[in-house]
């Protein structure tokens, strides 16, 4: 596996590559949830990159860039284990040298659900996702189910901004008692990680009583937020039924696939889930 650090190596080795190629995003401290994108990139392309970047433009202040959990060298060792062929490690001169003033704004889809509680954080997603796709020009691109919006949003951006690739979403992937895979689940204690399953089981409840057919999405998010309230280590940040493409609140009867989805402090993190209701994840 080839470690390279910097943009004109980057490009260098991208230019040698003939066939597909596989991209898996990642900000490191990699886990089951990262592994499976390696491994189905690995699957489905003739070369596979993956990107290891704790990216300071989608960090707001107060959030936490500087304690954001890293461990390189596991991570190399997991990536090649999977069968990755190449990782991209730059280091933050690297992508945003002095001067750096070009930035990715998409309208609308920001303004919504996580975004409208960290403002910022999708230009900067946006903006290291389409440096990254120019670096490695992915065939596929692969992002995980769990951070739903940001899936969502890119696979908007790389229609808009014409880019030739495939973007995949891969199911997210959970601990036994229902807690997504997530690197912040390094700030919960073992008790924490039990109780934060309680995400789990109020979009898991949603899902159930979408498939018995009710449809009044107020209904559902009623029943979100009483499996929620009776877990007093959770405090939930929002609780939502959304279009699945606009990422609109419904309001009344659901008529169009769904986004289920909550977020919410659990100790020291702050956690995000959802399931789809109404459209297989991909
Ligand atoms: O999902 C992540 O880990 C990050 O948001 C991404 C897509 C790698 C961009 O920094």
């Known amino acids: 596996m080839h470690l390279l650090t910097t943009v004109v190596d980057m490009h260098r080795q991208r230019r040698a590559l003939a066939g597909s190629v596989g991209v898996v995003p990642t900000m490191g401290y990699l886990h089951e949830g990262h592994i499976s994108l390696a491994r189905r990139a690995r699957a489905e392309n003739d070369h596979v990159i993956a990107t290891i970047f704790v990216n300071p433009s989608q960090f707001g202040p107060g959030e936490d860039l500087a304690a954001y959990p ?18 991209f490690v730059p280091s933050t001169a690297e ?3 002095p001067g750096y003033e070009t930035w990715i704004d998409l309208a609308d889809l920001p303004t919504k659900l996580e975004g409208a509680q960290r403002p910022g954080h999708f230009r900067g997603v946006a903006t290291i996702v389409t440096k990254l796709f120019n670096l490695t020009r992915p ?47 390094a700030y919960l204690t073992a008790e924490e990680r039990q109780r934060a399953g309680v995400l789990y089981r109020a979009l898991s409840a949603a899902a159930e009583a979408y498939e018995r057919g009710e449809r009044d999405a107020e ?35 659901m008529r169009v696939p769904a986004l ?11 956690l995000i889930d959802n399931v789809w209701l109404g459209r297989e994840v991909g």
């Not at 890293?70 to 990782?87: F, K, Q, S, Y």
């Not at 009623?222 to 280590?233: V, Y």
């Open 70 to 87: 890293r461990d390189l060298p596991r991570d190399l060792d997991l990536l090649e284990a999977a069968g990755v062929d190449m990782v």
């Open 260 to 270: 289920a989805s909550v977020a919410a402090r659990v100790g020291k993190a702050r």
């Open 95 to 97: 992508l945003y040298p």
């Open 139 to 185: 065939t596929r691109a692969y992002f995980g189910q769990k951070d739903a919006q940001q899936a969502i949003l890119l696979r908007r951006l790389t229609v808009d901004l014409n880019f030739d690739l495939d973007l995949i979403i891969c199911p997210t992937v959970r601990e036994p008692h229902g807690l997504a895979m997530s690197s912040r689940n």
């Open 219 to 253: 209904s559902l998010r009623r029943g979100m937020a009483a499996i929620l309230a009776a877990e007093p280590a959770a405090q939930p940040e929002y609780i939502s039924i959304a279009h699945l493409e606009t990422l609109d609140e419904i309001v009344g009867e």
